[in-house]
């Protein structure tokens, strides 16, 4: 019965997760609108709120083209695997009404990061397009290199709570922010899910300039569709996980949403602001200055968790 109960629960959020998914794509049109100095979408229904579900009509009952040459299971199975993956992460977030909140979040979150990159290279090794390889290439290559800064930043805030559950980050954030100890990390996980999610400055992966549009070239319709709905999705979600880290609050308070819409923002406003990076430059940034950085946080609270340790004993 209480796995009925959760079940249903889950289908709930993620029922949520995909509306959230929807608008915040029309967030992003208005706001790169706005930036442009233009209007953004508005003619369908009020403001153009209508206008997310008009695409999804659009993309679901366009033809889905497949290549003669694609690697026909591969090519299929990606997109919907990486929806599949962006949704599941979701299962990680401290709910306070208990909903699927478990102790190993942290290391599940993990694993689900890790698994984004197989859907990438997936997508873009079975299309049997020279555009879609170079691009899942580039992803496969960014994502593992952030990975490793996330990763190390992660563990710096694991020597501050003392466990791996985000509910954890909730509790020891009731009267002080993460942010106002830890600002450089702050800026330097931003970042990192700006490279993870490939979103501008880091969208090598789909640089329309040099690789017509990247891993999902040769994808149309549905494929694409999902696609565009995971990378939604792990924005969210990111956008989440940085309130939940830096940003703190209870997640029954409209203010933890307000904060969450406000990260998304973030996101959009880079996008709206920031040319390309060069991908040496990109590289660069990963290995030889966020790397130290949370390396050297990592120390840092590793020495002080050992002072606090022998003081207190």
């Not at 083209?65 to 695997?81: D, E, G, K, Q, R």
Request: charged content about 10%; some cysteine; proline content about 3%.
């Amino acid at each position: 019965m209480i796995l009925l109960i959760k079940l249903v629960n889950y289908v709930v959020l993620i029922i949520f997760v995909l509306v959230a998914v929807a608008f915040i794509t029309l967030l992003e049109r208005k706001v790169l609108g706005y930036i442009q100095i233009r209007k953004g979408p508005n003619k369908v229904g009020y403001m153009g709120l209508l206008q997310p579900f008009s695409d999804a009509v659009k993309l679901f009952t366009k033809e889905q083209a497949s290549p003669t040459l694609s690697n026909f299971i591969p090519y299929y199975l990606s997109p919907v695997f990486s929806l599949f993956v962006s949704l599941l992460v979701w299962v990680v977030v401290p709910y306070d009404m208990g909903l699927l909140s478990f102790s190993m979040s942290v290391l599940f979150f993990l694993c689900c990061t890790s698994l984004g990159v197989y859907t990438t290279m997936g997508a873009g090794w079975s299309s049997n397009s020279k555009y879609s390889l170079l691009g899942c290439l580039r992803a496969v290559a960014q994502t593992i290199s952030y990975e490793v800064s996330l990763a190390l930043i992660l563990l710096s805030f694991l020597m501050l709570v003392g466990g791996v559950d985000f509910l954890l980050f909730v509790e020891y954030q009731r009267y002080l922010s993460f942010i106002i100890l830890t600002l450089p990390l702050a800026l330097v996980w931003f970042s990192s899910c700006l490279a993870e999610t490939n979103r501008t400055p880091f969208d090598f992966a789909e640089g329309e300039s040099e690789l017509v549009s990247g891993f999902n070239t040769e994808y149309s319709g549905g494929g694409f569709a999902l696609i565009f709905m995971a990378e939604y999705a792990s924005i969210l979600f990111m956008s989440t996980l940085f309130v939940i880290m830096f940003l703190g609050g209870v997640m029954s308070s409209v203010l933890f949403y307000l904060k969450v819409v406000f990260i998304g923002f973030c996101f959009i406003w880079v996008r709206g602001t920031l040319p390309r990076f060069r991908y040496d430059k990109l590289m660069y940034l990963a290995w030889k200055s966020f790397l130290p950085v949370s390396l050297n946080y990592l120390i840092f609270f590793l020495g002080m968790k050992v002072v606090f340790m022998v003081f207190i004993l």
